[in-house]
């Protein structure tokens, strides 16, 4: 069959007008993708189930006197086993530096066991300092601390960080609000696992704890960064124990997810884990 020359150049100016049509739909959500694969290429993804009996080598530890840290795959539980001193200590740390600027979103499931003393286990945790994170005094936390989630051996939780006029803010929950005076405190069986998740946009962040069964026990208003205490070093996260004066007791963890964007830092200018 042969088609006239009239005819396939009909063809071909309805296929060209069709691809014209076409590009210009989908012009610019296939633009937003390729922004957005852009902004996403330093977004670091992390998960980690602990039942592999390996911690992701992204994580790094660091303890004080008597602390056993290790993955248990037969469980399928980190697990941060302490002595009965106040100086047992033991943390898990991630080795990249935060770019707080960027999207962050840490979701960790944990309880503690075996609690007794005063300070408290630490959920989640977001500290400032020119090095890794370390298992140190009280009066030194309190100069490095940011942000935290708290489980207390009381059996309470409490959501709190470092203002920038120099005290603690704290949610209080009954209210619904951020407060200055006081430590509000929410009740709760902290041998039983906890979801923390915590949210930041680079601008405003916010937290959310659940129950064991998955319900919501608490939900932070959302803070500024900028309302945040800043110190101009860099920020870490982290979980556990961190204190050597008051505190122990032993952390288990079911999962870590994290998504972030590392903070970029000189060639040989890393921070360097103590010996």
Known sequence: MKFSLPLILGIFVVLLFGLVIAGMVLYKPLMKLWRESGQESDVVHIRDDFKDGKLDSRFETDSSGSCSIYEDKDSGLFRADMGTSSGDAGIVYLKDALD??????VKHRTRVLNANGLHCWNAFAIMQKAGYPQCV???TLQTQ????????SAGILQICYKNNSGGTSSWNQTAGQWVTAGAPEFSSAVSDFH???FHSDGT???IIIKDQSGSLLMQTDP???SDVENTGEDYWFYWGDDCTTYFHGDGE???IDIRYTPKKTPAGKGAKKRK
């Open 204 to 206: 405003q962040w916010y």
């Open 195 to 197: 979801l923390v998740e």
């Open 253 to 255: 963890s079911d999962y």
């Open 223 to 225: 803070a500024n960064w």
């Open 145 to 152: 601390q940011r942000i935290l989630v708290i489980m207390r």
């Open 137 to 139: 005094d009280l009066s």
């Open 100 to 105: 707080v600027s960027k999207p962050i979103t």
